[in-house]
């Protein structure tokens, strides 16, 4: 036997069609649209799980994009902020995203689970824009989101990176309740 020293990750094919590449996304709202519209579709298209996100860079425009994958890529990080993590990291070949400039935005359809949360600060993100809360995809979903320091927030702003949740709440609540009523709370 062999030992595998690849890893191949991929989005589902329909994402190419999703962004507009060229567009600015101006406000924090239409941001964690585009992620929560990521999210359903990846439902809708039984592609995963219903999670979105979406990084930017300073002027709005859309470095990266990523959708949960854990099932079909049977990988368990393959989680929509890590997904959109790597590739904005291999488009830009920069493991920091804001090593040459910032604010780097990532916008996710529901607050980051422990592993996306730890990633966020490493990956070089500015600014972290959430949808749904945490409390919310365990209310609405069979998901665990894992421990979290007490002051998660606090903890990000002292790395200099800025939180903001809510943004969009009900739509994202919307998508993990279509999700489990469709998928039967499973993966």
């Known amino acids: 036997m062999m030992l595998h020293a690849q890893v191949h990750l991929t989005l589902p094919i329909w994402v190419h069609d999703q962004v507009d590449l060229n567009r600015n996304f101006d406000d924090d709202a239409s941001k964690v649209a585009l992620a929560i519209e990521l999210s359903r579709l990846n439902v809708d298209n039984a592609s995963g799980g219903p999670f979105g996100a979406a990084i930017f860079d300073a002027v709005g425009r859309v470095l990266s994009i990523g959708v949960n994958r854990v099932i079909p890529e049977t990988c368990s990080v393959a989680h929509a ?4 993590f790597m590739i904005a990291q291999q488009r830009s070949l920069q ?13 996710s359809s529901a607050q980051p689970c422990c592993m ?6 490493w990956a070089g993100i500015d600014r972290l824009l ?17 421990p979290l320091p007490a ?9 200099d990176i800025q939180v903001y949740r809510d943004i969009q709440r009900e739509a994202a609540c919307a998508v993990l309740r279509h999700y489990s009523e469709q998928a039967g709370g499973d993966y």
């Open 116 to 121: 996306c949360y730890g990633a966020t600060f």
């Open 130 to 146: 959430i949808g749904a809360r945490a409390s919310d995809v365990m209310a609405l979903t069979e998901f665990d989101e894992g």
């Open 95 to 107: 493991f920091r995203l804001n090593a040459v400039g910032g604010p780097i935005t990532l916008a």
């Open 81 to 84: 902020e890590m997904m959109a």
């Open 151 to 159: 002051d998660w927030i606090g903890e990000l702003e002292r790395r």
